[in-house]
């Protein structure tokens, strides 16, 4: 049995090991995370306490390791508050670089972090015969950010989104692809196919900020900004510094600790996705 967590970032739900003995394999990720027949979720990160505070691993649905993910660092931080590693202010070590969090409440974390996002670029890309533009933009992972001016609610996430995911442009890794609705100066609407996951989530941050750089990039922002995520929640986008060289950026939003227990053996005897027969 492997003692484990489940906890939610705005609608995008995580499986969390607290110190375990020994990373997980993609193998394992891959069943646990595979809803129906196992727990379920859209990612897992390892957690581990540290000198200076804690340091986490994420990894996609499909077994793969990510650099960042802001949704999967504040459930992060709010599984640490929880397990007593520190009361109201904490710094995480990731991949992608030191987050910095701050518990508001046991159903919401703020985050900072300083990296350089990106410059969003314009692109124009051809998939099943439609055109769409759109902006690449780099925030530890990459993002492809599409602007949607009808409702949100039209937006053709699944089938586009699966095709611009995978489009040669972003090479073998591929993209994030997140239609975004401008509401206005401070709000704004994100739904996102992730890679890794191959499917829409609840919500994501990167993505989140993601659209906010290209609404500040085309001078029509107001910050901070609001995000409503398919999820229902909020997510508040601010960007607190910025220089050439480095960008401090503000993340608050839902995080919460949903349930406790064990992985049974049984929960990593999933099988793989069937690959249907073509024939006709």
């Known amino acids: 049995m492997t003692p484990y967590f489940k906890l939610s970032g705005s609608g995008n739900d995580f499986i969390a090991l607290v110190e375990p003995d020994a990373d997980p394999t993609s193998a394992q990720i891959r069943a646990w995370c595979r809803r129906g027949i196992s727990v379920g979720a859209d990612g897992l990160f390892v957690l581990r306490s540290t000198l200076e505070g804690a340091s986490m691993e994420h990894f996609n649905a499909d077994g793969e390791p990510a650099g960042l993910c802001l949704n999967g660092a504040r459930c992060a931080a709010q599984l640490a508050f929880e397990l ?33 996002v990106l410059a969003p670029s314009k692109l124009e890309l051809e998939t099943n015969g439609r055109k769409t533009e759109g902006w690449v933009v780099g925030v530890g992972v990459p993002h492809f950010v599409v602007p949607h001016s009808a409702p949100i609610d039209l937006a053709p996430v699944q089938e586009m989104g699966a095709a611009l ?20 100066p ?19 941050g990167t993505g989140v900020i993601a659209a906010a750089a290209v609404a500040l990039s085309l001078d029509t ?3 901070p900004i ?42 990593e005897l999933a099988p793989e996705r069937p690959d249907w027969s073509k024939a006709t």
């Open 84 to 116: 007593g590693w520190a009361e109201k202010d904490l710094t995480i070590e990731t991949p992608a670089g030191v987050v910095s969090a701050h518990r508001e409440s046991l159903t919401s974390i703020a985050l900072e972090f300083s990296r350089e």
């Open 165 to 184: 995911r995978q489009h040669e442009a972003f090479g073998e890794l591929g993209t994030n692809v997140d239609f975004v609705r401008y509401c206005g």
């Open 186 to 204: 401070s709000t704004m609407e994100v739904r996102t196919f992730e890679r890794g996951v191959e499917a829409e989530t609840l919500a994501c």
């Open 221 to 223: 922002a107001t910050l």
């Open 226 to 267: 609001t995000s409503l995520t398919k999820g229902g929640f909020h997510l508040i986008v601010d960007r607190i510094s910025a220089s050439k060289s480095e960008e401090t950026w503000y993340l608050l939003g839902d995080a919460r600790l949903l349930s406790a227990g064990s992985l049974m053996a049984a929960a």
